[in-house]
């Protein structure tokens, strides 16, 4: 029987917009907010959860597909929203977001504890603005929230293996970035240091993490990526014990149990 008080599930993944909701027996959290309030309330509604039980919006960085429905969750269920001054500076700037009301600052690298879970930010150098991934701790389990990540930076591969679940950005393959249509600086950026990480970057970071029971492949690429392909990539490199989700861009996981 799966352990319920520790799930999580992707409600979407990808470039078209990414939300993950996480809850523990104390608390109910939103991982961004780059979903309409719509498919928000509906997909968790199809998992037998409730936008207006979300206790809060914590957000990873200013980029459209993370932030842009932030202001429309928090004025239609008022949820308190957690994101770094900067980050906020600058989506406000480029997203309209509209008015807000209880807005909670946090500092990259700050740890924010809400009941019964730890949410440690940790930051990356993905060419957002101040932006973070996220480590969140419930008794004696941790979950990676690891995607935009700018490239395998230092202390990236110990985090990740001090995790029990994880989902991690697998992003593109680079035999279909180079032939595909993106321009050249769009494609310099995707492999730059501050942009993406490949299916092989990804399945080499789960390759040392003996603790995961599973990892989430997740901020796949439309155009530079098949989710065919980002598995069986993970599956020529990574142990068969390990098992493999996907992160859809246009549709839920279900749940997910840490």
Not at 1 to 29: H, K, V, W
Not at 137 to 165: P, Q, Y
Request: proline share 3%.
């Amino acid at each position: 029987m799966l352990n319920m008080d520790f799930i999580a599930i992707a409600l979407q993944s990808g470039s078209s917009g990414n939300c993950i909701y996480i809850e523990t027996p104390g608390i109910r959290l939103l991982f961004d907010a780059g979903l309409s309030c719509i498919d928000t309330e509906r997909r968790l509604a199809a998992c037998g959860r409730s936008a207006r039980e979300v206790d809060a919006l914590i957000i990873s960085h200013d980029h459209a597909d993370h932030v842009r429905h932030a202001g429309v969750l928090q004025r239609k269920y008022g949820m308190p929203i957690y994101i770094t001054r900067d980050t906020l500076d600058v989506a406000i700037a480029r997203h309209r977001l509209g008015r807000l009301g209880d807005v909670r600052y946090f500092h990259a690298g700050d740890c924010l504890q809400f009941a019964d879970a730890l949410v440690r930010t940790i930051p990356t150098p993905h060419d957002g603005v101040d932006g973070v991934i996220f480590t969140i701790e419930h008794k004696n389990r941790r979950l990676g929230i690891m995607t935009d990540l700018g490239h395998v930076f230092d202390g990236l591969r110990s985090e990740i293996a001090s995790l029990d679940a994880v989902f991690l950005e697998s992003n593109y393959d680079p035999k279909l970035l180079a032939a595909g249509s993106y321009p050249a600086f769009l494609k310099r950026r995707i492999q730059g240091p501050c942009g993406h990480i490949s299916n092989l970057e990804a399945a080499e970071l789960l390759l040392s993490a003996r603790k995961l029971r599973w990892a989430c492949l997740s901020h796949l690429s439309q155009q530079n990526n098949y989710p065919d392909l980002a598995i069986m990539t993970h599956k020529a490199v990574l142990p068969g014990s390990l098992a493999l989700y996907l992160a859809h861009r246009n549709r839920s996981t279900g749940v997910l149990s840490v």
